[in-house]
């Protein structure tokens, strides 16, 4: 896993967190390209909760799917007609 790629799954957004902050940037890049990265998380887990409310990652236009239109339910009527 690279770094950028650890971003976006923090739901951050890597290039306005490079632009916006770039010292920290690359002290974090630095550090997790030595550490694995739930040591990482468990080490800035709280910086990265801030960084992710500052640098929040947009997300990406979805397609919404239209429900289809739902089919009236059959009555029940009784076989036997008196």
């Given at each position: 896993?690279?770094?950028?790629?650890?971003?976006?799954?923090?739901?951050?957004?890597?290039?306005?967190?490079?632009?916006g902050?770039?010292?920290?940037?690359?002290?974090?890049?630095?550090?997790?390209?030595q550490?694995?990265?739930?040591?990482?998380?468990?080490?800035?887990?709280?910086?990265?909760?801030?960084?992710?409310?500052?640098?929040?990652?947009?997300?990406?236009d979805?397609?919404?799917?239209?429900a289809?239109?739902?089919k009236?339910?059959?009555?029940?009527?009784?076989?036997?007609?008196?």
């Amino acid at each position: 896993m690279t770094w950028k790629e650890y971003l976006i799954s923090k739901k951050i957004d890597p290039d306005r967190f490079k632009s916006g902050n770039n010292r920290l940037f690359r002290e974090f890049d630095l550090l997790f390209s030595q550490v694995h990265p739930d040591s990482f998380t468990a080490q800035k887990l709280y910086l990265i909760n801030k960084i992710r409310r500052l640098y929040k990652l947009e997300p990406e236009d979805k397609k919404t799917v239209e429900a289809p239109a739902k089919k009236p339910k059959p009555k029940m009527a009784p076989r036997i007609k008196k």
